[in-house]
């Protein structure tokens, strides 16, 4: 049975719908050496079609050859085809990625040439000079994400990182507080002009994003709860969740809702906006405090004067779910409260608290049981 001709909208290409009903889309690259060189495209559906022969189009004008195509080349290309489709805080890293790690160590092997021995002595060569083996991995899973385009696009017939062993990464113990040290830390918030949002990261376990994102809208001090429902990123834009479960809506202590009562006192004495979407922690100057700038420019002065352990913000989220787990309070309530996607990954982060559960549940079912 022919091929069923699909009309075609301006500037979609060649586009046809098979018989067994996959959508075909193919672009002509023009002539080299005598031959007529072609690149196909398929999906199931038409707009998945449409899509790829877009990114063909794209291809078209910088790459017409595939076989002399460099990975610099290629991995350039790559970073301008995704940005418009990825959030800034993922673009960002694999653009260091390329031009840190990858360009310069094999930028120049044609992207056809590309063997996994290659993509292993990549791995060595970063590790002995220096970089960290979780880098590394990091490093590896945007080469291959990169490759896995490619393959797409058609330009190689399968990705050379596949399979590769990237190093293995030990897994960076969390940094929490002791009781004693939680005390401490609040003592040290007193006065402190934001100490009311290091104790409402401690509070409620959000992440720095979060917690800098938020506006008086979000706060409801009769109810004494806050909705959790965007984060503001290290380039000042602020987004929404990535997952449904990250917007939330959590209960917090008297001593959270306390904090935010006297910050707000503060705030309506430097004249700052404290109703509607008026952000809640800002600083001197109104503007957002960045994820980046709050741990070293406003956390560390505080610890340093409490004599405390150096940590970093996320370590105030921990430390809210490691002693809510401690306090036996249920998994499930810890990781709706963090905003996790599921509960395996609080369990999975928080591991190192379980034994203590788990002689919590045996005195409970000794007592129960009568022994």
């Given amino acids: 049975m022919p091929q069923k001709r699909a009309r075609r909208g301006r500037g979609e290409g060649s586009i046809s719908q098979r018989s067994d009903g996959l959508w075909v889309a193919s672009i ?55 940005k418009p489709s990825i959030e800034p805080g ?17 930028g120049g092997v044609k992207l056809r040439q590309l063997r996994p021995v290659d993509v292993e002595l990549l791995y060595a060569r970063l590790l002995k000079e220096g970089v960290k083996p979780p880098s590394v991995r990091k490093i590896g899973t945007t080469l291959s994400i990169a490759l896995n385009h490619a393959v797409r696009s058609q330009l190689i017939p399968s990705n ?3 399979g590769v062993r990237r190093p293995k990464a030990a897994k960076a113990a969390i940094q929490v507080f002791t009781p004693e040290q939680v005390a401490a830390f609040v003592r040290a918030c007193a006065g402190e002009r934001l100490g009311p949002l290091f104790l409402f990261i401690l509070d409620s376990g959000c992440r720095p994003g979060e917690a800098l994102a938020l506006t008086w809208k979000d706060i409801d001090f009769a109810a004494g709860h806050v909705s959790l429902t965007k984060s503001l990123e290290n380039s000042g834009r602020v987004k929404a969740p990535k997952t449904p479960r990250s917007r939330r809506q959590v209960e917090l ?48 002065p505080i610890l340093e004067r409490a004599k405390l352990p150096a940590v970093t913000c996320y370590a105030l989220r921990h430390t809210c779910a490691t002693l809510l787990l401690a306090a036996n309070v249920n998994p499930k309530i810890v990781s709706e409260r963090l905003g996790h996607g599921s509960i395996s990954i609080t369990m999975d982060t928080y591991s190192h608290v379980i034994p ?15 022994g």
Avoid at 55 to 60: E, G, K
Avoid at 98 to 104: C, N
Avoid at 279 to 286: D, H, K, L, R
Avoid at 356 to 370: C, T, Y
């Fill in 253 to 300: 202590t008297k001593i959270g809702i306390d904090a935010l009562h006297v910050h707000r006192k503060a705030m309506l004495v430097e004249g700052r906006n404290v109703r509607g979407g008026g952000t809640v922690f800002v600083n001197i100057s109104g503007g957002h405090i960045l994820p980046n700038d709050v741990t070293r420019g406003h956390l560390r």
């Fill in 28 to 82: 002509s690259l023009g002539v080299h050496g005598k031959k007529r060189t072609r690149r196909v495209a398929y999906g199931h559906t038409k707009a998945e079609a449409i899509a790829k022969l877009h990114d063909l189009q794209l291809l078209a004008g910088q790459l017409p050859d595939a076989g002399n195509i460099t990975l610099e080349t290629w991995l350039t290309r790559w970073l301008e085809l995704i």
């Fill in 160 to 162: 050379p990182a596949h």
């Fill in 356 to 370: 203590g559960m788990q002689r919590g549940a045996v005195e409970a079912l000794a007592k129960a049981l009568g």
């Fill in 90 to 106: 993922t673009h960002q890293p694999y653009q260091i990625h390329v031009k840190k790690h990858l360009v310069p160590r094999i």
